[in-house]
């Protein structure tokens, strides 16, 4: 009996004591909440001190430790919990009368707050707390990861799945403004260059206000077709030559169902017996995919928190990241506000790539959210708030205004950078100026300010210039991203809340409200193909309008009666329209300082332009004029800029210009004077006018003269010199040399800083450019382009060599040339060549129509940044300058026919086969390139 009570008694103690400690929870729960609460104070008392021992140690540049991080983090957590003990425990816990009713509830509390109490024990016990910083050297680290260019994104994947899928025709990529949707486009694009799977490849780009018509043109363009004015006649040219074809459409930027039958893409989609045709389109609205019939659609998401701190890492630079401490964790911050968009990304990590200073960080996060209360429910405009940052960041009032500028011309518009420079001056964004090139220069460094900030995006585009009929030029362009450009828009209506009406840009439409005249501070109605303006209802006292942009309406010729009551106007553009003859309606404006008309077929200025007393900036270049009334010019005392280069090449003003030349010398304030000069008499008359300060030149027919020197002429004048941009010798039948002469020890006292543009045109007896005493890249510091057109006598231009800045080199129509670099080399002189004498900038070659010419250049010689080379029309040709290891790593295109293609010789087979995806083959008289 003892050992079985002895045994009860082991067995039953345990339990004995574990059901009064439970029962003990619901009778003391009061007891341990209060107990709790009591020793957690303590707890939080003795946080504030540690706190602020970690800020005193930071202050003196340490850093607090990781142990001390976790114990704070863990009180931290001790908070909530007993901030929800307290939430349910009453007073009503305490009563015995009414215990049966609350006994649950008593013993949670009471065992809850029991053992958060120890642990609030064991936190007020841990020596974590008193290591509360270390020295803040950080410890070696493993190199950041930054994302690398590959296919392993999976929409690339999936999109060139389906392409390659037969019964996959159409696919589509939607998604937000912004999400990357362009640049996946772009790498499909990519992965097929060179691939034999298309013929042929057709990237065109939508919008807003796409047209049939507008698709149809940069189809013809990129495929080199016929063009025609009937849309019906251009989509049957299309589909007569694509029916027979494989090809691969990438439709950018679809805003509407586009009938791709009407444009003459032919149906069906898909593999049609031999030939595959593919349409891949992106658009913001999954409904447009419905529409267009898309087999296949693809979202493109934001990205991932992983992926978007890679893309802001890249963005960033790692120096920024590691320069201090903090910064990494207020990055990721940053990038948790941003929410993945690409371009948010790209544009706030630029930003801040060189903000080293915790504070700017926070500021930036402050900005941030900041905006976020203004945020409504359309996930477009969150997207504004956020690349807004990027616009406030902008360093001064001014860069802002450029920027806000840009969106005043249409979208996907592709804006030519000197067009955008004087834009800038005539709405006074670009301050007073000594020098016409300081202005040029300073609009640039605005330029590169905005396209660092990823606001702006830079390429370059090929025109044919009106002077040059058988020759093209490269234009740098800039233009803004359609989301970029609708934040703008936003900005100037006071975030869309006010002055709605403040700037009004159309596309392709007139305005209905007629009071708009009267609302509207700047209007633009660019490229609206509007026939005559919408009535202005407005008086001369109520008018707010200052600027007026209507370039690009080729139908518009008249500006209607009412015209003159818009006399706040200060900016007016009326280039590319349909004029034939001076609206006189302008010459009542007397608050206008900017006037632009080129590119208007008039033939003569009136004498009411004398008018126009505050006008700074006289735009007319190619516009055919060749009658100007005496005394006219005189009267215009305020200009800056007269520009009419390309004018007289096309009618003459020998005697005429001899009048009213003299006329510039009363402009005082004349700091950039465009114009042609034709005969001596006129370039005699040039060269009289000291004070004139000429950017744009061009010299025609001087006769009776077998040379002509630049340092002899007025071009040796040091203001001359200073602020020349273009210069183009011109139909000089009997000059034999063009002598550009300098002192003997290659030092000359005299260069050609701002000269970018040089053209030789129909210098048919020219066979000779001489240089004495000095070496083209002494003169011709920042020369770029380069053209030479119908010099039939001109065996080589080995000088280029020396043209420390050449960009682009077309050479055209001249019947002589052998090779561009008549340069022989022995086997031992080529490492030495291959080292001192390359082409440090050179992207694109040229060459047309050149019956002699068998090589280009030495294989020996490096061309490191050549793009875009073309073939056209050689058919001597054996050689292209490449070589093993000499290929350069930029290329994108060789253009050629098939002909000569076949034709050429290669020092070895390996190069052939590495040049083979780049080669591009053109079948016309003559190409026009589009890089």
Known sequence: MELLNSIVGIVLAPLFSFVKRQMTYSFKAGDNVKDLQNAHQRLLDMKDDVKEDIERAERNGKIRTHQVQRWLDEVETTKTQLDAILEKYTPRCLCFNRFSLNCCS?????????????????????????????????????????????TSN??????????????????????????????????IHDTFIGDSAF????????????????????????????????????????????????????????????????????????????????????????????????RKKIKVECLNDDDAWRLFLEKVGEETIRSHPRISSLAKDVVKELRGLPLALVITGRAMCEKKDPGEWEDAINLLKKSRLDEVEDQEESTFHRLKFSYDKLKSNTLRECFLSCSMWPEDYWISKVELIECWMGLGLIKEFDYISDAYNNGHTQIGYLTRACLLEESERIVTTRLLRKSERIVPIVRMHDVLRDM??????????????????????????????????????????????????????????????????????????NFGA??????LDLSKCGFIHFPKEICGLVQLRYLNLSHNEMPSLPEELGSLVNLKFLILRNTGIHIIPQ??????????????????????????????????????????????????????????????????????????STSFS?????????????????????????TQYIVIEGNNDQQPTWEFPALENLDIYKMHCLEEILWKGVLPNKLFTALRFLNVVDCDMLKSVSWILHLPCLMTLVVNNCSSMRELIAYTVEKEQEKEITSTTTFPHLRNIILSRLPEMVSICHSAFALPELHNISVIECPKLKKLPFRPGNIPSKLRSIKSSRGIWKGLEWEDSSVKTSLRPFYKNVNWVYARLHF
């Open 106 to 150: 008593n013993y949670t509390i009471g065992k809850t707050a029991a053992e958060l109490l120890r642990d609030v024990q064991r936190l007020l016990n841990d020596e974590r707390r008193n290591e509360v910083a270390k020295p803040s050297v950080p410890p070696p680290v493993p190199k950041l990861p930054v994302p690398t260019k590959s």
């Open 566 to 571: 818009l006399v706040a106007l200060t900016y």
């Open 488 to 561: 703008a828009l936003w900005i100037t209506h006071d975030e869309g809340k006010n002055n709605k009406n403040k700037w009004m840009v159309f596309k392709h439409e007139t305005p209905r409200d007629q009071q708009i005249w009267s609302k509207a501070e700047r209007i633009t109605l660019m490229q609206s193909n509007i026939k005559a303006l919408p009535p202005i209802a407005t008086t001369p006292c109520s008018s707010k309008l200052t600027t007026l942009m209507l370039s690009g309406n080729r139908s518009l010729r008249e500006l209607g009666d």
């Open 710 to 734: 630049l340092s002899t002429s007025f071009l040796g004048d040091k203001q001359i010199q200073g602020n020349l941009a273009e210069l183009c010798f011109a139909k000089s039948n009997v």
């Open 154 to 187: 999976p929409n690339l994947k999936k999109t060139l799945r389906y392409i390659k899928e037969d019964q996959v025709g159409m696919i589509g990529i939607w998604g937000m403004g912004g999400v990357g949707k362009t640049h996946l486009l772009e790498q």
């Open 631 to 704: 005394g006219v010019i005189a009267k215009l005392k305020s200009l800056q800029v007269l520009d009419l280069f390309q004018n007289w090449i096309i009618g003459g003003l020998a005697e005429l210009a001899s009048t009213w030349l003299e006329e510039l010398e009363c402009l005082y304030d004349l700091k950039g004077l465009g114009i042609w000069v034709q005969g001596k008499s006129q370039f005699d008359k040039l060269i009289e006018l000291f004070n004139v300060s000429v950017r744009w030149l061009g010299i025609s027919n001087l006769e009776n």
């Open 199 to 294: 013929d042929f490849m057709i990237f065109v780009t939508a919008s807003q206000s796409c047209t049939t018509e507008t698709i149809q043109k940069q189809i013809v363009e990129i495929l080199h077709l016929q063009q025609h004015e009937d849309v019906s006649r251009q989509a049957e040219i299309i589909f007569n030559f694509l029916r027979n074809q494989s090809f691969l459409m990438l439709l950018d930027d679809l805003w509407g169902r586009l009938d791709l039958l009407d444009v003459g893409i032919p149906f069906p989609l898909g593999i049609v017996g031999e030939h595959k045709r593919k349409v891949v389109l992106t658009t913001r609205s999954i409904a447009i995919c419905g529409q267009m019939d898309v």
